[in-house]
């Protein structure tokens, strides 16, 4: 362990100060029209955000929910000038296996507060002991609790190579497993890739890396109908990818002076990538988005979040040919997810010991489907102990 970053007890706790602020600032908000008949097509849906804000001003408790939080051991190190926050919840079993867990954009830290109980105490929740990791959950760098105003902004390299610092120099893990989805997704794969032998395994619930262009030949069936369905999904769906993977400053204005827009910029992601089946509630309630979006309010940092976008535009991390991620890999393929590569798609990049096709949830699956994820996290890593 690397003693000269020790870990500070952390804990949340927002001014009074800042949430009479947001009070004030949803009470004078001055809504757009809307265009008739277009309901989400057209973006966020108004009638359902003035709902959303409507309970937000008037149900809406952040600090139950902050107390909810700050029931998980919370902490806090700084490695040179980056401030990265973390979970880290000790399992409870005869042998917890080390988890380190990555959100993505646009979500947060909150996103695993269904999944940690049952994964470090498996027992309490009906399971077997032998199966309890304990739990270190970060916020990306720039996210959340994770960012000190103007820091310095970290990519997907970047982040994989500290949150193995983490693990390893400062809480003293020699290996450890990783699981990740959307931006997690990619930093769990580049540490498969980048420090092998410090990982166990990795689980991912989003497909993060596709094979070189050269080695993606006689493809199947499926792959042709995969690669179809990405292309739909470029044209149709990745506005917000281009704003923030290229002015992404310009647009941190108008998110960071209205918590509306925020909310609008975020819940519209929500509706389209989750499997709600047109009513976003069916997956995410209103308390688990505005916990997530206040996240984001509090500690002003939808504006840092973008840059992994603006990476992937200008300096993308990219599998080499003839390069493949060989650690043992599972993945949940969930039926909602932004885009469903197949199997044989898959194992073109990573050494697949695990797939499992699940029969709902989208991309947010600690979220919207926690106890398959949490099983299926389980399964990969029972044989891999």
């Known amino acids: 362990m690397d003693s000269s970053y020790t870990p500070q007890p952390f804990t949340i706790k927002i001014s009074d100060d800042i949430l009479n602020d947001l009070s004030r600032r949803l009470s004078l908000t001055r809504w757009p029209d809307e265009m008739p008949g277009t309901d989400w097509q057209y973006g966020t849906n108004l009638a359902y955000l003035k709902e959303l804000i409507a309970y937000w001003q008037n149900d809406y408790d952040w600090r139950t929910q902050e107390r909810l939080l700050n029931t998980f051991p919370q902490f806090r190190v700084w490695k040179e000038d980056i401030n990265l926050h973390f979970i880290h919840h000790q399992g409870v079993g005869p042998d917890p296996l080390p988890l380190l867990i ?10 695993f507060v269904k999944i940690i109980g049952p994964l470090t105490d498996p027992a309490r929740y009906g399971g077997d002991p032998r199966d309890a990791f304990t739990v270190v959950a970060p916020s990306l760098p720039g ?12 990519g997907i390299e970047d982040i994989a190579n500290l949150f193995a610092y983490l ?12 699981q990740g989805g ?12 980048a420090h092998p032998e410090k990982l166990v395994g990795i689980h991912l619930n989003m497909l993060p890396v596709a094979p070189h262009p050269a080695e993606r030949t006689k493809l199947s069936e499926a792959e042709e109908a995969f690669l179809k369905e990405a292309d739909a999904f470029q044209k149709t769906e990745t506005g917000y990818q281009w704003i ?26 929500f ?5 709600c089946n047109g009513g976003i509630e069916n997956r995410v309630a209103k308390e688990d988005l505005l916990t997530n ?24 991390w990219r599998l080499g040919r003839g390069e493949k991620i060989t650690v043992p890999t599972g993945i949940a393929s969930f039926p909602g997810e932004i885009l469903r590569p197949p199997r044989e798609w898959a194992e ?30 389980r399964s990969l890593f029972r044989d891999l102990r």
């Not at 990555?102 to 996103?111: L, N, T, V």
């Not at 992404?248 to 819940?267: K, Y």
């Not at 940092?301 to 300096?315: D, G």
């Open 244 to 269: 923030q993977g290229t002015k992404p400053q310009t647009l941190s204005f108008g998110l960071s002076d209205s918590p509306v827009g925020l909310a609008a910029w975020i819940v519209e992601k």
């Open 143 to 154: 996210y959340g609790f994770s960012h000190t105003p103007n820091q310095r902004r970290l």
């Open 167 to 178: 693990m390893t120099d400062v809480l003293g893990y020699s290996r450890f497993a990783a």
């Open 102 to 111: 990555s959100h993505g954009w646009p979500g947060s830290i909150c996103e």
């Open 182 to 193: 959307d931006w997690g997704s990619f930093i769990t794969a580049r540490l498969g890739y």
């Open 293 to 316: 979006i206040m996240i984001y309010w509090v500690t002003n940092t939808i504006n840092s979040s973008f840059y992994l976008y603006y990476q992937l535009r200008h300096h993308p």
């Open 271 to 275: 509706h389209t990538w989750t499997d």
């Open 348 to 377: 073109r990049v990573f050494n697949v010991k695990r797939w499992t096709p699940m029969l709902s949830g989208g991309h947010f699956a600690a979220l919207e489907q926690p106890e398959r994820l949490v099983e299926d996290i």
